[in-house]
Structures are given as structure tokens and as C-alpha cells.
């Protein structure tokens, strides 16, 4: 079945950077939009980035806008999300996930701003 896997999620200092990696296999990965998503403790899930499937196209969440940079390599089908200037809000659990909603999402990895 398809299949996406996070990674680089980890414990870092307010003001600090993260990137994030999410690996696709078992389905056309270049055809699909992505987003990266977050979900923080208490709170609802959020859409924060958005690459269209060439990498032409990105949108971000006004929260992060600025300090997130989404990108995508179609020849590893690999996703990325690089963070700076992270701040304590920051912290949640972090998901890749096709656009359509249904195709493909991970299991997430965990980001803690502290």
C-alpha cells in the first residue's frame, strides 16, 4: 500500500531550525500536490504548506509564512520542509499528506520548540 514516512523531527531551542523530510513509495508521487500539516497538542489539525506536484506552486499558512520553506525533490520522492526561527507555538506532530485528502498520508513526527 502507499506509503509515507516522516523524518527529522526532534527537541530544538526557540530561534532554531529543523528540516523535515517525508519519503514516498508504492504510488506516483510526482503526479500529487502536497502539504505538510501540523496538529499541536489540544488543537486541530493545520494545513501549513502546499507544493504543487511540478514544485512550481507553493502556498504557506500565514502562521509560518516567512520562516517555512516547502519543497520537493520528484527524482528521491522525497518532500521537504525546512523551519527557522522556530518558536515554542511551533510544537506539534508534523504530517505529510497528498492534496486530495485521501491518497497518502504519514505518521508523523514530532516537533518540540522549547
Known amino acids: 500500500h502507499v506509503q509515507l514516512v516522516e523524518s527529522g523531527g526532534g527537541l530544538v531551542q526557540p530561534g532554531g531550525s529543523l528540516r523535515l523530510s517525508c519519503a514516498a513509495s508504492?504510488?506516483?508521487?510526482?503526479?500529487?500536490?502536497m502539504n505538510w500539516v501540523r496538529q499541536a497538542p489540544g488543537k486541530g489539525v493545520e494545513r501549513i504548506a502546499t507544493?504543487?506536484?511540478?514544485?512550481?506552486?507553493?502556498d504557506y499558512a500565514g502562521s509560518v509564512k516567512g520562516r517555512f520553506t516547502i519543497s520537493r525533490d520528484n527524482t528521491k520522492d522525497t518532500l521537504y520542509l525546512e523551519m527557522n526561527s522556530l518558536k515554542t507555538e511551533d510544537t506539534a506532530v508534523y504530517y505529510c499528506?497528498?492534496?486530495?485528502?485521501?491518497?497518502?498520508r504519514g505518521q508523523g513526527t514530532q516537533v518540540t520548540v522549547s
Open positions: 507544493i504543487n506536484s511540478d514544485g512550481s506552486f507553493t
Open positions: 499528506a497528498t492534496v486530495d485528502g485521501h491518497t497518502a
Open positions: 508504492r504510488f506516483t508521487y510526482r503526479k500529487y500536490g
